[in-house]
């Protein structure tokens, strides 16, 4: 499967969404992060990477090995 070969980031959530539009806030929400400093660990596919770039000034984000 194509997937195995997929990397990982490791997502986490530094900034409030409280004066984010809902489009914003159901982005982060679709990441698996909920409260300040939450984190996540996704896939890096071209979906997870789309929504990361979307949501790039709330989070910060480093890769997994």
Request: proline share 2%.
């Amino acid at each position: 499967m194509a997937n195995e070969n997929v990397g990982k980031i490791k997502i986490t959530l530094k900034k409030s969404v409280i004066c984010s539009n809902s489009d914003v806030r159901e982005t982060v929400k679709s990441l698996g992060l909920g409260k300040l400093q939450s984190s996540a660990i996704q896939a890096k596919t071209p979906d997870i990477l789309g929504k990361v770039r979307r949501v790039q000034h709330l989070i910060a984000v480093e890769e997994v090995k």
